[in-house]
Nanobody
Framework: QVQLVESGGGLVQPGGSLRLSCAAS????????MGWYRQTPGKQRELVAH???????DYADSVKGRFTISRDGAKNTVYLQMNSLKPEDTAVYYC???????????WGQGTQVTVSS
């Protein structure tokens, strides 16, 4: 099991940037995979970006070229840098971790991102 604490959400104007952070309770290099998901009311939670222990990264098509997932092993933290934000990026963003390939998913508490003028 992995405990996750997110931070960095907020209100930003269209075209602006935010960086989300997700601090894990153990070495992120010992975790099979971590990622960011987002959810809006009435919709299913969707993958935004994903990185596995080998450093392989995937992005949702809607954020490619605008969002970047990265990690800092010294801080056991995964980041999501979000640039050129659009109103449709407004959502609650959740950090996700799967400790091993057969583990259940662990989730952070979520952080609200609102893109509005």
């Amino acid at each position: 099991q992995v405990q996750l604490v997110e931070s960095g959400g907020g209100l930003v104007q269209p075209g602006g940037s935010l960086r989300l952070s997700c601090a894990a309770s153990r070495s992120i290099f010992s975790i099979y995979a971590m990622g960011w998901y987002r959810q809006t009311p009435g919709k299913q939670r969707e993958l935004v970006a994903h990185i596995n222990s080998g450093g392989i990264i995937d992005y949702a098509d809607s954020v490619k070229g605008r969002f970047t997932i990265s990690r800092d092993g010294a801080k056991n933290t995964v980041y999501l840098q979000m640039n050129s934000l659009k109103p449709e990026d407004t959502a609650v963003y959740y950090c996700n971790a799967r400790a091993t390939i057969t583990s259940r998913d662990d989730w952070g508490q979520g952080t609200q991102v609102t893109v509005s003028s």
